[in-house]
């Protein structure tokens, strides 16, 4: 008996000391494993570049024709009138929609001095997520951006061909968006 009840007066002391704890602001629900995972998931994903954070073929294809664009510096008004008018017919958006999409695939592709290591990480993320024939609309939207103003340049040319060498694309072609 005298057994027992040392360890009932064991155990009231433990869950009253942790009490005491948390009056005092220290929570030892932190030191669950499961928690902390959620914590770290979740940090992970609110620090992280939000570029990474895109699924949607469309959206990946406006980043990556955006990037092409912007590559050599500032979109100029002739690369944002291809931008659109090739967002508009290849993915079926109107007048407002398009310009949304490329204002919000600017601003996520940010600095132009990281964009080769933003799609680097774009592309592995998202392997096999497009169809062979949105791959082929892909290259062609992104040769006729480069292709606006004149001949594309050295840095242009070595973009496309690193996109096209992740999708599988040969140069040439027009495919859909469905």
Do not use: C
Request: glycine share 10%; hydrophobic share 45%; charged share 20%.
């Amino acid at each position: 008996m005298h057994v027992i009840l040392g360890l009932l007066g064991t155990v009231v002391t433990i869950l009253y000391l942790f009490h005491r704890l948390a009056e005092m602001g220290i929570d030892l629900g932190g030191l669950n494993p499961f928690y902390w995972r959620r914590r770290r998931a979740w940090r992970k994903r609110y620090e992280g570049d939000p570029i990474y954070a895109v699924e949607d073929p469309m959206e990946i294809a406006a980043i990556v024709i955006g990037a092409v664009a912007k590559i050599e510096g500032d979109i100029t008004a002739e690369q944002k009138r291809t931008l659109l008018s090739e967002f508009a017919n290849r993915f079926s958006l109107g007048d407002r929609e398009a310009s949304h999409l490329l204002g919000s695939a600017t601003h996520l592709l940010g600095q132009p001095q990281v964009i080769e290591n933003q799609l680097d990480g774009l592309f592995e993320r998202n392997k096999g997520l497009f169809s062979a024939e949105q791959a082929e609309s892909l290259a062609s939207m992104m040769q006729k951006v480069a292709s606006a103003e004149g001949t594309p340049s050295d840095a242009q040319i070595a973009l496309m061909a690193n996109v096209r060498d992740r999708l599988g694309v040969a140069p040439g072609g027009d495919g859909l968006w469905g």
